[in-house]
């Protein structure tokens, strides 16, 4: 039987976005862009963006597809001011309860992405989870498909371990989610 996975993801520039189409490409993914009704272009954007990173906001958003379809969901974010975007925050909040085995990629600027991709592992209770983080400058140098194809393998190989999966995760510390209200 063929394993489904979905690559959600969010991109202000499309870089993005670029790095998510090249990873569900090679993983024969469904590839959906999360949306959200604000602009976030321009200089108002971007400082839109960085203040609702450092205060976790949670914009609303937009997904058509539902993660409980799949075996396996990547969530690929940029980082804002050394976090997640509020947008793939506001996701993972929605959606935590939804995702059993997930796989987390941020695209940087030049540092943050470390700490980016142990908070969304967090957020969802799986810190064993496959994790990938690049640079801005080695998406525009079109120099990532290397680390994208490391990435792939490990994503592959976590299709048949489910040691990550937030709902073992929930078994082992307690039946709260890591995001819910109060935690």
């Keep these: 039987m063929t394993k489904r996975i979905l690559l959600v993801h ?10 998510a189409a090249h990873i569900a490409k090679e993983l024969g993914a469904d590839l959906e862009r999360i949306e959200e009704s604000a602009q976030r272009s321009g200089v108002g954007g971007y400082m839109r963006s960085a203040v609702e990173a450092l205060a976790k906001g949670l914009p609303a958003i937009r997904t058509q597809k539902d993660p409980r379809e799949y075996d396996l969901v990547v969530i ?63 998406v525009e140098q079109n120099r990532y498909q290397k680390g994208c194809a490391a990435f792939i393998r490990q994503v592959k190989a976590a ?25």
């Design 10 to 19: 969010y991109s202000r520039s499309g870089t993005t976005s670029r790095v």
């Design 76 to 138: 690929g974010t940029p980082v804002w001011v050394g976090t997640m975007s509020s947008p793939v925050r506001s996701y993972l909040f929605s959606h935590q309860r939804r995702l059993r085995n997930t796989a987390f990629f941020a695209v940087m600027g030049g540092r943050g992405a470390d700490d980016t991709l142990r908070e969304m592992a967090l957020a969802c209770g799986a810190t064993d989870a496959p994790m990938y983080a690049l640079t801005q400058a080695e």
């Design 159 to 183: 299709l048949g371990n489910t040691e990550h999966t937030t709902a073992r995760w929930r078994e082992s510390h307690g039946a709260r989610a890591p995001l819910e209200e109060g935690s």
